[in-house]
């Protein structure tokens, strides 16, 4: 085995999480797998993976490797994807991750964009309700807020906050709301996501900022189920304005406490430390950033 063919396994070992996986993808059994990392350990004179009977982690060593092989093997790509033809054309596998309900939203119709403007690349979306880990195999993630891992790259796309709304179902009748604490007397759909305090709300006006512990019937992991109740009249939501502004501008939503936003949600893309401005990841995120902000204009989304 050479060592390409070394950094080609390595990483496909990390994306695939198990040994067993592995070989499963490969045609090959386990043994097979395990001895083939015993030898490139052997080869290497350091341990790389630490198994346990349920998982691999890497050691630190194990970590700038996968880093270094990733970036080696995009230019490897590149590279020849030069020799073949366009040298402006980028090449390779672009991996692509994303939260469910943005992703389903606007990353999947942008992607169909991209792959027919740029057809020598190869991109795969991965959907899933957290951020990646470093080790687990991907170019660049799509996420709102502060990025929860100082190791990673964080490429500010676009600016974002979430706003409070409701059914005019459920306000009928209710008691106003004109401040704040107003919300400790209403029906709050709560969302948990990621590591955020649960039915915490920050609300800020200016210098100002207010945090309310809300309470309600109905809470969920997912923002678009918390989004469909609200519109059928179940309570308050805090959602993103690009969650939420087709439907107050349609009127099945209502603003509640208009003077007033959560903290800012803005848009990042993180990508590993190692990963270089690669051809591939900068033409996405030149597209992905031109086409956020092209919805923006269009939408009227502040």
């Known amino acids: 085995m050479n060592a390409v063919s070394d950094l080609e396994f390595f990483l496909q070992l990390n994306q695939c999480g198990s040994m067993v996986a592995t070989a499963r993808q490969l045609g090959v059994t386990p043994p097979v797998i395990s001895r083939r990392l015993q030898e490139l350990e052997a080869r290497l004179g350091i341990v790389l993976l630490r198994r346990t009977t349920r998982s691999l982690q890497l050691t630190e060593a194990g970590q700038l490797y996968l880093d270094e092989a990733r970036r080696l093997l995009g230019e490897i790509a590149e590279l020849e994807g030069r020799v073949r033809g366009d040298p402006n054309q980028p090449h390779g596998l672009l991996r692509v991750n994303a939260s469910f309900g943005f992703g389903r939203r606007h990353i999947v119709p942008l992607l169909a964009g991209f792959a027919r403007q740029y057809p020598r690349l190869e991109v795969e979306l991965q959907l899933s309700d957290r951020p ?28 974002n906050r979430r706003v409070l709304c409701a059914a005019s179902a459920y306000l009928a009748g209710r008691p106003p709301i004109t401040q704040p604490r107003d919300l400790l007397r209403h029906d709050c759909i709560v969302i948990r996501e990621n590591h955020d305090t649960h039915g915490s709300w920050v609300l800020q006006q200016g210098d100002r900022q207010e945090t309310v512990k809300v309470r309600g019937p109905l809470s969920s992991n997912d923002g678009e189920t918390a989004v469909q109740w609200a519109m059928q009249g179940l309570g308050l939501v805090l959602r993103s304005w690009w969650d939420v502004g087709d439907l107050l501008r349609s009127g099945q939503l209502l603003r509640v406490l208009p003077d007033w936003q959560s903290e800012p949600a803005d848009i990042y893309a993180l990508y590993p430390p190692a990963q270089p401005q690669q051809a591939k990841l900068r033409v996405w995120l030149e597209f992905l950033r031109a086409a956020l902000r092209s919805e923006q204009a269009l939408a009227g989304l502040q």
Not at 151 to 156: I, V
């Open 132 to 159: 990646p880990r470093r080790q687990e195999g991907f170019d660049v993630a799509i996420r709102f807020g502060q990025p929860p891992d100082s190791r990673l790259h964080a490429s500010l796309l676009l600016r």
